[in-house]
């Protein structure tokens, strides 16, 4: 079984720029959420989406979205980029069916310059 | 909302030895603490969890106790090998909780073991 997969591994951007990143979760995983991790503050949920639907957010600013598709698959934005937002940001996939396991993704390393 | 606090930062042993980290937790109604490993450039992943009906769970090395009255749950690797250095998040959450699962992490804790 395919496990979390996210594109791009690395991405290097310039303040003020926007960037996409994309999550696929594993098949037949349903819910996927998205970290933010630095060694400063660890690890930080940022949103979760579950059936295209985000139904719950982390506390992170406006610049910060996602999307869910049909086929599970996700998608998070952020908007006029920061230094403060290079990190690695991760995805995290589960089925929710009464399972609670999370599965992440290796993560895709952002670096804003 | 729920506050997750780890301890200690880093752990530093030599092999053969046991470690054990720590995490507390402030929702009474969380009912799902996961462990996670994260050896470094790599994914974190899941290594044992424990629900809130159970005390104590073990898997080979590694185990995992629950206090539900003090909201304390613990991690303990016994045997230490030098593979074993890597950093740990505990996390703490309501799961499943209409259909969705959202831990709130620890800082982490650097384990490192000495050969």
């Known amino acids: 079984k395919a496990g979390v997969t996210q594109t791009p591994r690395y991405l290097i951007k310039t303040r003020g720029q926007q960037v996409t990143l994309s999550c696929s979760p594993i098949s037949g995983h349903r819910s996927v959420s998205w970290y933010q991790q630095t060694p400063g503050q660890g690890l930080q949920f940022l949103f979760e989406?579950?059936?295209?639907?985000?139904?719950n957010k982390g506390n992170f600013p406006g610049r910060f979205s996602g999307r869910q598709f049909s086929n599970s698959r996700s998608e998070m934005n952020v908007s006029t980029l920061e230094l403060g937002d290079s990190a690695l940001y991760l995805c995290?996939?589960?089925?929710?069916?009464?399972?609670?396991?999370?599965?992440f993704g290796q993560g895709t390393r952002l670096t804003v310059v | 909302g729920e506050n997750v606090e780890q301890h200690p930062s880093t752990l530093s042993v030599q092999e053969g030895d046991s470690a054990v980290i720590k995490c507390t937790y402030s929702d009474s109604a969380s009912n799902y603490f996961p462990w996670y490993k994260q050896e470094l450039g790599k994914r974190p992943q899941l290594i044992i969890d424990?629900?809130?009906?159970?005390g104590e769970k073990k898997d080979q090395r590694i185990a995992v106790t629950l206090n539900k009255t003090a909201k304390h749950f613990s991690l303990h690797i016994t045997e230490t090998q030098p593979e074993d250095s890597a950093v740990y998040f505990c996390a703490a959450s309501r799961g499943p909780s209409g259909g969705s699962y959202i831990p709130t992490f620890g800082r982490g804790t650097s384990l490192i073991v000495h050969p």
């Open positions: 424990i629900r809130s009906n159970v």
């Open positions: 995290a996939s589960s089925w929710a069916q009464g399972r609670t396991e999370a599965f």
């Open positions: 989406y579950f059936s295209e639907t985000q139904r």
